[in-house]
């Protein structure tokens, strides 16, 4: 059943953040773009966050996830509240409980892609190298490109690459995925095969907040956050027994058109 849910907290949240706003200086002015969010995201849940250009997504994302600072409000995941930490601690709070998948993957051009997801972790010093490469292998098995583990990243598609991108990501089991419109550059099969990962993933329990423009993404969400001139305007919940992708789909384009985005 397709619902609507309210927008307000939830106590078993993962991540949530209260009243957040953010403000970017242009011309020596100070112009708000995220003006007191309020979201919450419960443990396992994928969420996604759809808007017009520019209603202010990235920079959620961005201050949620603590790559960029907010000005107000809080940030918490689980216990610890991120918008109190140094920025040391935050980085490493980031390194340890949060997964990055952005629309491409950078990655080093001279090495293959095995050792560009273990090397991360390698930097890291997270267990020995033969639990790094273990980790790597059950990652990229999954993700079918353990057998071009040894080619360089401009050998490869750039769904392969994105694949590659993703195990990076999940190398430390993270407890939260965030994504930043990671179909954005891919054609539609490989974004299929991408949706289809991180789909089987979250199943699994990774939490993921995604942004994107593509509804096929939002749709295979639990839910959907939309996003006007940087307020959250309106969700819409796709849990439990919400039938075939179309239908999801179907329901994402409706709500979006009521809201006249
Ligand atoms: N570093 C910055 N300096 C000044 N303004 C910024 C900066 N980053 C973002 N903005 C502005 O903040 C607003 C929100 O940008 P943001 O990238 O979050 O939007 P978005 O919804 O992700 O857009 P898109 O869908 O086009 O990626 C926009 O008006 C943008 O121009």
Not at 35 to 60: Q, Y
Not at 73 to 102: C, I, P
Not at 143 to 155: E, N, Y
Not at 237 to 253: C, E, K
Request: net charge negative; proline share 3%; charged share 25%.
């Amino acid at each position: 059943m397709i619902t609507t849910v309210s927008p307000t907290g939830s106590d078993t949240a993962l991540l949530s953040a209260h009243a957040v706003t953010k403000s970017f200086t242009v011309d020596g002015r100070a112009v708000e773009v995220l003006h007191g969010v309020d979201l919450s995201i419960a443990n396992g849940e994928f969420v996604t966050v759809m808007g017009p250009s520019g209603s202010g997504k990235s920079t959620l994302l961005y201050g949620l996830s603590g790559m960029d600072a907010v000005d107000a409000g809080t940030v918490r995941l689980d216990q610890v509240e991120l918008t109190a930490l140094t920025s040391d601690l935050l980085a490493d709070h980031r390194r340890e409980h949060m997964g990055f998948v952005f629309q491409q993957p950078t990655m080093l051009r001279d090495l293959g892609l095995l050792e560009n997801i273990v090397l991360t972790s390698s930097l890291d010093r997270v267990g020995t190298p033969a639990d790094r490469v273990s980790r790597a292998e059950e990652l990229m098995r999954r993700a079918g490109i353990w057998d071009l583990r040894a080619r360089m990243p401009a050998q490869v598609s750039g769904g392969q690459l994105q694949r590659a991108g993703i195990c990076r990501a999940l190398m430390r089991r993270p407890r939260i995925v965030f994504g930043d419109e990671p179909t954005g550059s891919l054609n539609r099969e490989s974004a299929e095969q991408i949706l289809d990962l991180l789909t089987e993933l979250n199943r699994d329990g990774t939490t993921m907040l995604v942004v994107t423009h593509d509804v096929r993404v939002a749709a295979r969400a639990d839910r959907v956050v939309f996003m006007i001139d940087g307020r959250i305007v309106d969700e819409l919940g796709l849990t439990g027994d919400a039938g075939p992708d179309l239908a999801r789909v179907d329901a994402v384009i409706g709500r979006m058109r009521e809201l006249g985005i």
